[in-house]
């Protein structure tokens, strides 16, 4: 039977990829900070869960031991924030970095030897679409998507002479839960601003598509035979996609500046 780790699995987006891997015929292990919290009428029957702390390399090392070998890695659990970069604390800038970027990049180094060894294996990760083009005052989160985004480019070249492949699923607006780090106050300079960004991200995600949508596209890269770097998924995912590559950039930032309540100057 084929192997699957699908880290953050407990709700939301990595849950919806575990039953779909389930249903795929896939043994199926999924990763929680704390699995002893998750409710047994929102835990998967079948589904084996693992405790992992992407900012801890013990815990990412303790997992992979205890894992043995994967045909197929999810890199799902991650973080967002929410801030001005003028005024989000380096410590917090480098924490969100280590859950989004340097926590997936350890778990990576970890199961490729033995895919290298066996010339077989796929790795997902689970970006945004603010990986292309930014939201404002989530610069951070899609700062650290970019980085994760540009990693896998590279790593498909390396990785392409054992038959090993690599994927990213950038989500447009889903409806699910993702921790916020809320990285401004009261007297910020930027409260108004902020605010309104919040508040229309929040709409954008209570209407958006539920988290099935991400786990049908992960299923249908896992059945391609030449799956391509990019998938972006969400509701329009294809005309937005194709806007954002082809218009020129000072249209996609007004665009972005008049969606957010921002000045279109």
């Not at 199961?111 to 077989?120: A, C, E, I």
């Not at 108004?192 to 598509?209: E, N, Q």
Request: charged share 20%.
């Amino acid at each position: 039977m084929k192997r699957a780790l699908v880290t953050g699995a407990s709700r939301g987006i990595g849950r919806a990829i575990a039953e779909s891997l389930l249903r795929d015929g896939y043994e199926v292990t999924g990763t929680s900070r704390h699995p002893e919290a998750i409710r047994e009428t929102e835990r998967l029957s079948g589904v084996r869960y693992l405790p992992l702390d992407l900012a801890s390399e013990q815990s990412i090392n303790g997992l992979t031991h205890a894992l043995g070998d994967l045909d197929l890695l999810v890199n799902n659990a991650g973080q967002s924030q929410i801030g001005a970069v003028e005024e989000v604390p380096m410590e917090k800038a480098r924490a969100l970095f280590q859950a989004n970027f340097f926590g997936t990049m350890s778990l990576i180094q970890r199961v490729l030897p033995g895919m290298r060894g066996r010339r077989h294996g796929m790795i997902i990760s689970i970006a945004s679409f603010a990986a292309v083009t930014p939201v404002p005052f989530l610069t951070l989160y899609g700062a650290s998507k970019a980085a994760l985004l540009a990693l896998h480019r590279g790593l498909r070249h390396e990785v392409s002479p054992w038959e090993i492949r690599v994927a990213v699923v950038a989500p447009l607006d889903v409806n699910t839960a993702i921790p916020l780090d809320v990285c401004y106050d009261e007297g910020s300079a930027y409260l108004p601003s902020v605010a309104t960004v919040r508040a229309i991200r929040d709409k954008g995600l209570a209407a958006a598509p539920q988290p099935a949508l991400i786990a049908a596209a992960v299923v249908r890269i896992l059945h391609a035979r030449h799956p391509r770097l990019l998938t972006v998924a969400g509701r329009g995912a294809a005309s937005t996609g194709f806007l954002v590559k082809h218009l020129p950039a000072a249209i996609v930032e007004r665009i972005v500046r008049r969606r957010y309540g921002l000045s279109a100057t």
